[in-house]
C-alpha cells in the first residue's frame, strides 16, 4: 500500500491534486474524515463556485471537469460598480466584456454537482487509494513518511500534502506560525431566481459594509433564470439578513444590485453564512510536508479567487512533482519543497494583499474614498491593455 504522495483532505483542492497526479502515474493515497459518497447530497443548496479558465484546464487534465453531472455556466461579461443600499450604482463603472478575452472569464459549478465528479473520479483511479472516513497520523523523518490508520494498519508516503482546510491538524502539528486578518465582516451565500435572463453576466457591486457579487448559474426547468450571491455585510448585521423571510430577503436583496437588469428575485435553496478573515501560513513546508489550499492561505472573496489559488497551487505542485517522478527524484525532497514554495507563495502573497487593499478600499463610505476609486475604476475601463492584463491574470492564464 505504499505510496507516493499521501494527500490529507478530499476537498475540491486536495481531490483535484489527488486526481491529477494519478492521471500521471503516481502512486496516491488520499484521506478524509468524512464519508465521500454522504458528501453528495442531490438537493440544490444554493451554492456554487467560480472555476477561472487555468484551473478548468486542470480539472480537464485531471478528468474531473468531464464527469460534472450538471451543466455549468460561463461567465462572459463583469460589471463592476459603486454604491449605497437602496440607490443607483455611480455612473463610473468597470466593465470587463467577451472583447477582453478570446474565452469566457470562468465557469459557476455548482458545488453539489463538482462534490459528485469529484467522488466518482476519485473512486474510478486505479492509481488512488481513497481512505474515508479515517483518521491517520503522520510520523515523518527526514528519511520518509510514515501514515498511520486507526485499524492498526500503516504505509509509507515520499510525501505528505496537507489540504485539510483553514484549520488545518497537519499545519498546527508541524509548528508552522499563522498570522490571521479580521474583516468583521459575514458573507451570505445563496441563489436567487430572477425575472430576466443574466446574459452570462456577472456584477461586482461595492457597497459601504461590504461588496455583494451576483454570479451567474445555468437554469433548471423550475428556475430558467438562476444567480449565485455572495453579500458581505457587518457581522452584526448579516445573520439576521439572512434569516429573514422570503420576500423581505428578496428586497434587500434588490436594494444592493445597484440596477434593475434582473428584474424581480425570488430567493432559491439554503442560505449559507461564512464569517470573513484572511490568514496566511509563514511558510508552505515542513520535514516531507506541503500545505496546498486553505491550509496555506486565506483570502477575502471580493474577486473570487479563493479556490481558484487553491487550484493554482495544485497546478504548480503538479508540474513539480510530475516532472520529479519522471526522473526517479525524491518526491519530498528539500529542494524540491522548497522549490514549490518558491512558486507559488509569492504570488499567493501579493493577491491576499491585492484583496485586503480592495476590501479596506472600497467598504466604507469616505466621500473622498469614495471619488478617488470610482474614478480609478473608470480609468481602468477606458484602458483596454490594462482590462485585458487583469483578466489574464484573474483567468489563471
Not at 152 to 173: H, N, T, Y
Not at 228 to 237: C, E, G, Y
Request: hydrophobic residues 45%.
Amino acid at each position: 500500500m505504499d505510496v507516493d504522495v499521501c494527500i490529507v483532505g478530499a476537498g475540491p483542492v486536495g481531490g483535484s491534486l489527488a486526481c491529477r497526479l494519478a492521471v500521471e502515474g503516481l502512486r496516491v493515497a488520499i484521506v478524509d474524515r468524512a464519508d465521500l459518497p454522504p458528501m453528495e447530497h442531490p438537493d440544490f443548496d444554493g451554492r456554487a463556485y467560480a472555476i477561472a479558465a487555468g484551473p478548468k484546464k486542470l480539472l480537464e487534465e485531471a478528468g474531473i471537469w468531464q464527469a460534472l453531472p450538471l451543466s455549468s455556466c460561463p461567465i462572459e461579461d463583469i460589471l463592476v460598480t459603486d454604491g449605497r443600499p437602496g440607490e443607483p450604482a455611480s455612473s463610473l463603472f468597470l466593465e470587463f466584456t467577451r472583447a477582453d478575452a478570446n474565452q469566457p472569464f470562468g465557469w459557476m459549478v455548482e458545488a453539489r454537482a463538482l462534490r459528485v465528479a469529484l467522488n466518482a473520479t476519485l473512486h474510478n483511479m486505479p492509481n488512488i487509494t481513497v481512505l474515508a472516513p479515517a483518521e491517520v497520523k503522520v510520523v515523518r523523518k527526514p528519511e520518509g513518511a510514515i501514515v498511520h490508520l486507526q485499524d492498526g494498519r500503516s504505509f509509507r508516503a515520499s510525501l505528505v500534502v496537507a489540504a485539510d482546510g483553514r484549520k488545518s491538524r497537519l499545519r498546527s502539528e508541524s509548528g508552522i506560525p499563522l498570522t490571521k486578518l479580521s474583516y468583521g465582516q459575514t458573507a451570505i451565500v445563496c441563489a436567487i431566481a430572477h425575472e430576466f435572463p443574466h446574459d452570462n453576466g456577472a456584477l461586482e457591486h461595492f457597497l459601504p459594509a461590504g461588496p455583494f457579487a451576483q454570479l451567474p448559474m445555468a437554469g433548471t426547468e423550475e428556475h430558467p433564470y438562476l444567480s449565485a450571491i455572495v453579500w458581505s455585510d457587518k457581522d452584526a448585521l448579516a445573520q439576521r439578513f439572512a434569516d429573514l423571510p422570503n420576500d423581505v430577503f428578496a428586497r434587500e436583496v434588490e436594494r444592493r444590485m445597484g440596477n434593475h437588469r434582473l428584474g424581480k428575485v425570488t430567493p432559491v435553496g439554503r442560505r449559507w453564512v461564512y464569517p470573513l478573515s484572511a490568514q496566511y501560513a509563514q511558510r508552505y513546508t515542513d520535514t516531507r510536508l506541503l500545505l496546498v489550499g486553505d491550509a496555506a492561505h486565506g483570502i477575502h472573496p471580493i474577486a473570487g479567487q479563493g479556490l481558484n489559488l487553491g487550484f493554482r497551487d495544485i497546478i504548480a505542485l503538479s508540474d513539480i512533482l510530475v516532472t520529479a517522478h519522471s526522473r526517479g527524484d525524491d518526491l519530498g525532497a528539500p529542494a524540491l519543497l522548497a522549490c514549490y514554495q518558491a512558486r507559488c507563495r509569492p504570488a499567493n502573497m501579493l493577491m491576499l494583499a491585492a484583496t485586503d487593499t480592495l476590501d479596506r478600499l472600497f467598504s466604507n463610505d469616505n466621500p473622498i474614498i469614495r471619488l478617488a476609486r470610482d474614478i480609478g475604476i473608470v480609468g481602468v475601463h477606458r484602458l483596454p491593455k490594462l482590462r485585458k492584463a487583469f483578466v489574464k491574470h484573474a483567468m489563471g492564464l
